[in-house]
Each structure stands twice: as C-alpha cells, then as structure tokens.
C-alpha cells in the first residue's frame, strides 16, 4: 500500500492569494493525480502530474489557475492561484503504481475555503 | 468517453436491511469499475474493484458488487446495514487498471437509520 501525507489538511484563504498544496508518497509511485471535490459534488480530474515535465490538464483547468509541479516520484505540489471563492473545494491527491500497486490511493484531502 | 450514473444521491436504510447502491456506466471499451467510501472529513478508501474475472466481486466490510455486461451495471450490495457503513459512496471507471485516472460518478450518500 501507499501511504500519502497531505499538507495543509485545511486552510482559509483571502481572495486573490495563492496556496500551494504538497503531496508526500511513503514509496515510489507511478502515476499521481490531483483531484477537486466541490461541496456536496463528486470528484473531478484536475490534472496529472507528471514527473519532471508538464502535468497533463483536463479540460477546463489550466496551468496558469492550478500550476503543478512533480520533482521526483514520491512528492508533488498543487497550486491554487489567484483565488476566487469559488475555488472552494476538496483538493485530494491520489496515487497509482510500483508501491501502490495497481490501486489508486487518495490522501485525506486539503479543504480549501476562501473568503 | 467515459461515464458514471449514480441513481439516488442519498438513500436511506434501516440497520440490518439490505444495502442497495446503483451504479450504471458507460465505456467504449471494456471498463474497469472501482467503488470508494469516503467518511465524513477522511479521503477516499478502496471498498472493491472489477478488473477481469469473477464478476461477483466481494470486498471489505461485507460489501460486494456484481458486473452485468448486458445492463451496464455496477450495484454495490451489502445483505446488512451497520450504523458505522454511514459515509459516502463513489462509483468510479477507468479504461486501463494500474495506471489510468479515474471518473466518478456523483456519489450517493447512505444514511443509516437506528
């Protein structure tokens, strides 16, 4: 199994600052994926972050608003930038691969609200 | 494209009743189907997966589910209700398994009644 370590576990978060989220892997990992659970909706595919290149966005989010990085294969940053509230969300990390197997992990999630 | 419907946002059931979450998905190609239980302020945890095979497929805390091809369906089952399966319920597709992400459906919230 993997086991994810999620940096901040919450935050409040003026209009138009940014925050950077981390994302800590206890073993190497394949694949990592950042994922946004807006209140009381499922989750969405922000990107995925890959290794030492451009994380690979889905449609609808971009780099400038959500700037990711992914150094090496057991760490990874999100960037919420210029926020609005409604950047409000759920931001979770998950992982797939090599220490997790074939199974996709999630961290505990940052709960994000910004006033 | 992939896609996951979820009949019933919220259900409710008395403890020790049968559990009855639906899921139905679309694939253009033969899917791999997953369901999460996220606890209120925790993330997602891993309840059970179909990947090939069996298509009765049992996982932790007494629920399974069963692939129907023909329906394109996904149900989650449990035979009994426990007051602590009280949390939210995700079904989710890939179309690879081990390295593909994932799409949700919008969940279905389980409540469970003394």
């Known amino acids: 199994s993997a086991v994810i370590s999620q940096k901040p576990s919450r935050d409040i978060c003026q209009r138009g600052t940014s925050l950077t989220i981390q994302c800590q892997v206890d073993?190497?990992?394949?694949?990592m994926f950042w994922y946004r659970q807006q209140p009381g909706q499922s989750l969405t595919l922000i990107a995925t972050?890959?290794?030492?290149?451009?994380?690979?966005?889905e449609s609808g989010f971009v780099i400038d608003k959500f700037p990711i990085s992914r150094p090496n294969l057991t760490f990874s940053t999100l960037t919420v930038s210029n926020m609005s509230p409604e950047d409000s969300s759920i931001y979770l990390c998950?992982?797939?691969?090599?220490?997790?197997?074939?199974?996709?992990?999630f961290g505990q999630g940052t709960r994000l609200t910004v006033v | 494209a992939q896609s996951v419907t979820q009949l019933g946002s919220h259900v409710s059931v008395s403890e020790g009743a049968l559990v009855l979450l639906r899921c139905n998905y679309s694939?253009?190609?033969?899917?791999?189907l997953f369901w999460y239980v996220q606890y209120p302020n925790q993330g997602l945890q891993l309840l059970l997966k179909?990947?090939?095979?069996?298509?009765l497929v049992k996982g932790i805390n007494g629920f399974e589910a069963e692939f129907k091809k023909s329906e394109t369906s996904f149900h989650l089952t449990k035979p009994s209700a426990h007051m602590s399966d009280a949390a939210e319920y995700f079904c989710?597709?890939?179309?690879?398994?081990?390295?593909?992400?994932?799409?949700f459906g919008t969940g279905t919230r389980l409540t469970i009644i003394p």
């Open positions: 073993s190497q990992v394949t694949m």
């Open positions: 998950s992982v797939v691969g090599q220490g997790a197997k074939d199974e996709a992990f």
């Open positions: 989710a597709v890939s179309r690879n398994f081990g390295n593909e992400k994932l799409t």
């Open positions: 694939s253009s190609v033969p899917p791999y």
């Open positions: 179909y990947t090939t095979g069996a298509t």
């Open positions: 972050a890959n290794q030492g290149s451009e994380a690979t966005y």
